[in-house]
DNA sequence: TATCACGCTTGAGACGTTTCAATGTGGAGC
DNA sequence: GCTCCACATTGAAACGTCTCAAGCGTGATA
């Protein structure tokens, strides 16, 4: 692989010439400049990021971390900030946790000695020691949580606006008639399942409904632990709820799966809402009603306020904080077909949570 | 950001020891190896990535390039690569060529400046110029195409048995009844495109069917427009196939979105197959059956096999291709309806295409 | 007691860049 | 015709690490 000195010595000029000519920092006399670029092609030269980063100790790198990136959520935040880093001349290192504290750290170490200039991280969902999270930021490493915000750590973040898009879609439900509405969770050692928590307590609220402790049901990360538990609920003597809401896509899917079990239809039997999409579009029946986060946008931003970090524009700044709105999309599975429906089905209505604050919108 | 330097000077030995210590190339006696680990923890020093490349002339870094990881077909390359290369203390750089080639280059361009020990590629479907692969791989840089197969490039290649996967799911289709099957492609630039299309004219052949060429619908990576196309064959003049076979996940929903537009359903209209899982299980109807391919399974070889090249393990020899077996999902949308079928629907058989050659299994 | 061998430890050079200070060149101004 | 300046070009140092050769201390052998 030839060298800045290789490439120097068939031009006929100095390092530090073709240096200047690579960089564009410094002016080169056109006929210089032509011998070198000359050079280079015939070479096939590859400037060495390696030794640059070195010596200037930048490496134009940033680190992402995901529990998991065959989780169609992810690659989709993945791809945003992807987005956002290429167009400011920095590339992505992507690693999946697998939702594992003690490989969370070890790929955070290995983050920093990539000496990658900024971390995006989607933090485990067991509970992540506080201080792996500190020690990054003491070391004065900028580092942006997305999706999921951890508990007691100042740190910049942005993810949905948990609250009032949970209360959306609850909203929803109750709005076609539904009034016994159960909520399936994830972990609540996560703080935005805990927003999405009192977003539904909210919505019930304010319908004048009020919530019931043994509604909510807390799930974990293996599916089949939340089917059990859906399975175990529904078939509890005492009325059956009439509405499932889900805040996530997995717990969702393992939901319906205790339907299926015991032989439970949506809408027919039981309406459902959920965030995130399980299926494409309106292709398949049940064509399920969704609290749709702008997986793309979460990246892009997050990837933008990191960027700024880095690059000292909001130097000093406090915590920036960034929400944004999720969308409904709603469809047939939320029908309460044992209420009078108030609006038609299946329409393709759609609104957006509230909620976004101190943040600019990106150049369209 | 502390240094070896730094880390020499609060120990009280040399950086060569230091050194020793980190890489344990060399002994080192206890009682200075646990001053050492002393003063890196009360560091909290992280060995330098970068100038350790520099070097060394090893990055352990691979790139991974696919047309997009928001198909969900390549995150699941992604991670099965990142695992074989992560058991040999490999680490991954992966990026998008949003399927474009002049994309392609730049991102090629940029895994060389950075240095990455291989290459792991999807490539792009618009014809990739040779000149863009036969250049990195002049230049020693060692590369395994994966899932798609370059023309006449003598590469490393994995991806699954196209031709005999394609046969296995059409010859499911006629063994259900159906009689009169189209086939609706990728672009058939790519051979892979081409090899399944083979595979489903062998197995007509072997069923003695005569193959039609109106029967083969080409189609590209705009859904639109397969959905366009799908359309206007479906109501040409003259019979209507009783089946449609897909060779990929995208052209399926597009051919699916087709029959929805027209009012057609499957399986009692018209029977249906595809490469690649488009929902979850059987949780939705219509439930499709698959042509399913290792994903994870192809980047896990890629990747070693790309490993033992960087390793010299199969230095000097000529190309090694590997084949994997996909399996078939049988699911409700191949049940002609208007067949005597001879298989109760919905059975979850599963058959493996055959082929697998010159390539040993990995450990359990 | 002197020598030797062994093995831990050290110091210095090199990896490919960038960048600063210094050099060289030519032209403008007096 | 001389001085000075602007500007292109060069040479060398430094980034943090690994590694080789050399140094040094210890214990055993003669």
Chains 1, 2 share one sequence.
Not at 278 to 293: C, K, N, W
Request: charged share 25%; with cysteine; proline share 7%.
């Amino acid at each position: 692989m030839p060298s800045i000195k290789k490439v120097a010595e068939v031009a006929g000029v100095s390092v530090g010439t073709v240096s200047h000519v690579i960089t564009g920092s410094v002016p080169v006399s056109e006929p210089l400049r032509l011998k070198v670029l000359a050079a280079i092609q015939e070479l096939n030269y590859h400037p060495n990021h390696v030794a640059r980063s070195l010596k200037t100790s930048k490496t134009r790198t940033l680190g992402i971390m995901v529990p998991d990136m065959t989780i169609s959520f992810f690659p989709q935040v993945i791809r945003g900030a992807e987005s956002a880093a290429r167009e400011r001349g920095y590339s992505l290192l992507a690693v999946n946790s697998d939702d594992d504290a003690e490989r969370q750290k070890e790929l955070l170490s290995l983050l920093r000695s990539q000496r990658v200039e900024g971390i995006l991280l989607v933090i485990a969902s067991a509970p992540t020691p506080l201080s792996q999270l500190s020690r990054i930021l003491d070391a004065g490493i900028p580092m942006v949580c997305l999706d999921r915000i951890p508990d007691r750590v100042p740190v910049d973040s942005v993810s949905v606006e948990d609250l009032s898009a949970a209360a959306m879609g609850v909203e929803h439900l109750i709005e076609m008639g539904s009034r016994r509405i159960a909520i399936v969770t994830g972990p609540l050692s996560l703080k935005n399942e805990r927003r999405r928590v009192l977003g539904y307590k909210q919505a019930l609220d304010r319908a004048g409904i009020a919530s019931e402790n043994d509604l909510i049901w807390q799930g974990n990360l293996r599916p089949d632990d939340v089917t059990a538990i859906c399975r175990a609920r529904l078939t509890d003597p005492g009325p059956r709820p009439d509405a499932i809401f889900c805040t996530n896509g997995p717990t969702a899917l393992a939901a319906l799966r205790a339907l299926r079990d015991l032989g439970l239809k949506t809408p027919e039997d039981i309406a459902f809402a959920t965030f995130d999409e399980l299926t494409v579009d309106d292709l398949f029946t049940p064509a399920i009603t969704t609290v749709l986060q702008p997986a793309y946008d979460i990246g892009f931003h997050a990837a933008e306020v990191l960027l700024n970090r880095i690059e000292g524009v909001s130097a000093g700044a406090e915590a920036i904080t960034i929400r944004l709105p999720a969308t409904l999309k709603v469809r047939e599975s939320s029908r309460n077909m044992n209420a009078a429906s108030r609006v038609s089905g299946g329409s393709q209505r759609r609104r957006e949570s509230a909620v976004v604050a101190g943040w600019q919108p990106p150049r369209p």
